[in-house]
């Protein structure tokens, strides 16, 4: 029987359109604006200014803090201004703008090269600092400092590593595509990160629905020492680490702790192809694979595509917008964010790019709840999705925080199953966001 995690989740229509797609090369673009705060915590310090030359690899901002993350040029050329750019979600950030010369020269000591390093001999400690200085951050989402997540408290013992390759947000397929043209890459990746956790164990969990993927890193994995792959059940959200954790080895985190509490370090497998760029070829985290996609897109795709890329070019490398397109999402269905402009750039996050039809989006008139308890029953967080709403609608942040609305993974799996259309998630959201202020004055004083 396969694993699966034990608390709530839903089945969403796959639509994987690109999944036999292989990972195409998008071509060099003419500028790039390169955000400095794309991952969480304190945005990258600027070490650059107008009419600076830089080449593939320079690093151009530096991490801002503890946790924060290095950012390097994508493209060779001159840098046209430091200025302020509307993001993805329509929020004004401080980025790069640098005009390409089109030479794509990279800095020295890059091994670009496309063999295939297979022993890492540096001490651990050597590893995190590397990661730290390629600008490596999650790429499954989050974005969180991947250094940092190698550095945990004194007091916790890492047991094993957990790495994502579910994909279970419907449409996206660059992590399926990465496993299987990059496998060999992500396993080296794997043991780079068991060396740098000082772990002997790791799993790689990978959902029933690419059976591609399973066998082929299956085969590949027996030739690395302690690194299992687990088949998983398709269920969504399988990929959030909590659920993760619990599918592949049995074991819940509390309320407010950290995988690392459960004895866990959970990673992408995007994430570990980019550490094995980054400590096997010195390569800093310049490009990602995104997918481009939509039911009426000509051409779906994965494309390889240099951070700060706008968003616009991977649409016309996929043949272009549809005239049915009614949204632009920045990620999948479930937990992307609506695109306000075609303009914005890539970042080291941008997982997909989807194009939405209208009867795809439009939205159904709410009714009042039947207290029918599928929200409850879908959330895998054990939550009440509807007692919440109500908090947030009374304001009631006191009571919201108590039925643990911080615990929220903003997944959607509430909305989706209501038969009400009530729009659970969009209430919990900004909910969630003003007890997570309450709860950082109350800490400050």
Not at 4 to 30: C, D, M, Q, W, Y
Not at 221 to 236: Q, R, S
Not at 359 to 374: F, H, S, V
Not at 431 to 441: D, F, L, S, T, Y
Request: aromatic share 4%; hydrophobic share 40%; charged share 25%.
């Amino acid at each position: 029987m396969l694993k699966t995690f034990r608390i709530g989740g839903i089945h969403p229509p796959e639509n994987k359109i690109s999944a036999a797609k292989s990972i195409e090369v998008l071509p060099l673009p003419k500028q790039v604006s390169i955000l400095v705060s794309q991952h969480i915590g304190a945005p990258a310090t600027v070490l650059v200014k107008k009419g600076d030359d830089v080449k593939v690899g320079t690093l151009i901002a530096k991490a801002g803090g503890f946790v924060s993350a290095n950012i390097h040029s994508s493209v060779s050329g001159k840098v046209l201004k430091i200025d302020d750019i509307v993001d993805a979600s329509g929020y004004r950030k401080t980025a790069i703008v640098i005009n390409s010369d089109e030479t794509d020269t990279w800095e020295e000591g890059i091994d670009r090269s496309k063999d295939i390093v297979r022993e890492c001999t540096m001490a651990p400690q050597d590893i995190v600092t590397r990661i730290a200085e390629c600008g490596i951050v999650g790429l499954g989402g989050a974005t969180f400092p991947t250094n940092v997540k190698l550095l945990p408290p004194k007091d916790a013992k890492p047991e094993i590593i957990i790495i994502n390759g579910v994909e279970c947000e419907p449409y996206l397929t660059a992590d399926h595509r990465v496993m299987l043209e990059r496998g060999e890459e992500v396993l080296i990746g794997v043991s780079i990160l068991m060396r740098a956790a000082q772990v002997h164990r790791a799993a790689i969990g990978i959902e029933n629905n690419k059976k591609d993927a399973i066998e082929h890193l299956t085969e590949l994995a027996k030739k690395f020492k302690g690194i299992e792959i687990v088949p998983l059940k398709v269920k969504y959200p399988q990929g959030g680490e909590k659920q993760l954790i619990d599918a592949v080895i049995k074991r819940m985190v509390k309320s407010g702790a950290l995988p690392i509490s459960v004895g866990a370090i959970v990673q992408n497998v995007g994430t570990a192809l980019a550490i094995y760029e980054a400590v096997q070829k010195n390569k800093p985290l310049v490009e990602r694979v995104v997918t481009v996609t939509g039911k009426d897109v000509a051409n779906a795709s994965n494309f390889l595509a240099r951070v700060g890329t706008p968003i616009n070019a991977l649409i016309e490398a996929a043949g272009g917008l549809p005239e049915s397109t009614a949204k632009l999402i920045s990620g999948g269905p479930m937990m992307g964010k609506a695109l306000i402009t075609e303009d914005a750039p890539v970042t080291k996050g941008t997982s997909g790019v989807l194009m939405l039809r209208q009867e795809d989006t439009k939205r159904k008139p709410m009714r009042a709840c039947i207290r029918c308890a599928k929200c409850v029953g879908a959330c895998p967080m054990g939550l009440n999705p509807a007692f919440l709403m109500r908090d947030v609608v009374f304001s009631n942040w006191e009571v919201a925080e108590k039925d643990h609305i911080v615990d929220c993974i903003e997944c959607g799996s509430c909305s989706y199953s209501c038969p009400a259309n009530r729009p659970l998630l969009d209430y919990i959201r900004m909910g969630k966001q003003n007890v997570m202020g309450i709860i950082r004055a109350r800490n400050t004083k």
